[in-house]
């Protein structure tokens, strides 16, 4: 099993939808949550920490539940500027430093 | 405020040969991290440094290697390469904050082609 897990997609959806994607994680212990942003050939980056309390930017709510193992990124009113791949990212457990991503979610928007 | 470099963009390499590639962390991080992303994958951590040292490793056999210099810079090194080891590297430094995961950014990678 893989330690992060996401449905790589392709998601296909127009202009203004809203679309959720959804990551699992194996290590309970994990300590630290993110989504990253990567478009097409560039680097990851940052689009928002997540916490168990759910955190909002914008259009965008991410949403952890420790319970479940289970982390969530909504997006609201989607733009084309949107199409990238998301990639749920957990950190190690005790502090580590270490980075864990998914294989990353794929969001194309069309007009 | 310069964010993470890395240089070179670009490599193409032959089977069996080594590599060396370059990063400069953010202004004001002490902490680099090596991950390796094959095409359609997400990054693997390769491993960590601070303080000048490997602090941790991922799952990568010993051809792969690196360096922290006193000024917070870094190189990870690749020898006896093989095809397998087509990716993008990327570099990503962070704060140390008492060793926590804290946020960490990215450079833009060295796409590295072995042929």
């Known amino acids: 099993r893989k330690e992060v897990e996401q449905d790589p997609g392709p998601f296909n959806v127009p202009e203004g939808a809203t679309v959720a994607f959804n990551c699992t994680y194996s290590n309970s212990a994990s300590q630290s949550f993110f989504w990253y942003r990567q478009d097409c050939r560039k680097e990851p980056k940052l689009l928002m920490s997540?916490?168990?309390s759910g955190n909002e930017d914008g259009r965008f709510t991410a949403q952890l539940n420790r319970a479940s193992q289970y982390i969530s990124l909504l997006i609201r009113d989607s733009k084309l500027s949107d199409s990238a791949t998301y990639l749920c990212?957990?950190?190690?457990?005790?502090?580590?430093?270490?980075?864990?991503f998914g294989q990353g979610t794929t969001l194309q928007v069309k007009p | 405020d310069a964010g993470v470099t890395q240089s070179p963009t670009h490599l193409i390499k032959t089977r069996g040969q080594q590599v060396t590639l370059r990063c400069s962390p953010k202004s004001g991080h002490d902490t680099v991290s090596w991950y390796q992303q094959a095409l359609g994958q997400g990054p693997q951590f390769i491993f960590q440094?601070?303080?000048?040292?490997?602090?941790q490793r991922g799952n990568f056999p010993d051809r792969f290697s690196g360096h922290q210099f006193p000024n917070y810079s870094s190189e990870l090194n690749v020898n006896a390469l093989l095809l397998g080891d087509s990716a993008l590297y990327l570099c990503?430094?962070?704060?140390?904050?008492?060793?926590?995961?804290?946020?960490?950014?990215f450079g833009p990678g060295t796409r590295l082609t072995v042929l």
């Open positions: 440094y601070y303080e000048e040292e490997e602090r």
């Open positions: 990503a430094s962070s704060p140390d904050v008492r060793g926590s995961t804290d946020t960490q950014y």
């Open positions: 997540v916490y168990s």
């Open positions: 990212v957990v950190g190690g457990s005790s502090n580590t430093g270490k980075l864990i």
